[in-house]
T-cell receptor, first 112, second 111 residues
């Protein structure tokens, strides 16, 4: 089964700081996604990325968020100025087809 | 009405039982349906993916979609203690990359 990896596994940051979460999809994946899961709540879509651009984003994905694929392998999510409510598990997902999404193990972000 | 509804459980069954997990949805545009298994503090693991209506089988798992009733099911045969996890349904309409997830059903298979 394809494996998506994410780093770090746990990130603690202070409110107002910038964080970058990293994902390494499988090499033949074309579609990339970020989701988040606040503790005890459902998985929520943030953004999808295809052909080096955002293909769709949710209302959660505001100007504080950005994504990029700088070197053709890593896929990153940046939060510019973290808020307490950004504390959650952030999952990267990727797939070779539009409706195929394999999730990584997640990064637990704690904002203090 | 929530877009995707899923009974949170927990659902406890004895080892070897057939498990039925279900989701209902309200958006008739949904065409793509997925089932994920999520162990505690881990990422969702893709189990089954179906398009439109019908059945799909993979080993001990069978996914069913009934679009007329807006109801999907995942059946697990010969359940094992290692199947104990939270099962998430997710679905998407055509023309969008966004999957809407259910809240998950926690399953406990007792040895």
């Amino acid at each position: 089964e394809p494996e998506v990896t994410q780093t770090p596994s746990h990130q603690v940051t202070q409110m107002g700081q910038e964080v970058i979460l990293r994902c390494v999809p499988i090499s033949n994946h074309l579609y990339f996604y970020w989701y988040r899961q606040i503790l005890g709540q459902k998985v929520e879509f943030l953004v999808s990325f295809y052909n080096n651009e955002i293909s769709e984003k949710s209302e959660i994905f505001d100007d504080q968020f950005s994504v990029e694929r700088p070197d053709g392998s890593n896929f990153t999510l940046k939060i510019r100025s973290t808020k307490l409510e950004d504390s959650a598990m952030y999952f990267c997902a990727a797939g070779g087809a539009k409706y195929e999404q394999y999730f990584g193990p997640g990064t637990r972000l704690t904002v203090t | 009405q929530k877009e995707v509804e899923q009974d949170p459980g927990p659902l406890s069954v004895p080892e070897g039982a057939i498990v039925s997990l279900n989701c209902t949805y309200s958006n008739s545009a949904f065409q793509y349906f997925m089932w994920y298994r999520q162990y505690s503090r881990k990422g969702p693991e893709l189990l089954m993916y179906t398009y439109s209506s019908g059945n799909k089988e993979d080993g001990r798992f069978t996914a069913q979609v009934d679009k007329s009733s807006k109801y999907i099911s995942l059946f697990i045969r010969d359940s094992q203690p290692s199947d104990s996890a939270t099962y998430l349904c997710a679905m998407s309409a055509g023309g969008t990359y966004k999957y809407i997830f259910g809240t998950g059903t926690r399953l406990k298979v007792l040895a």
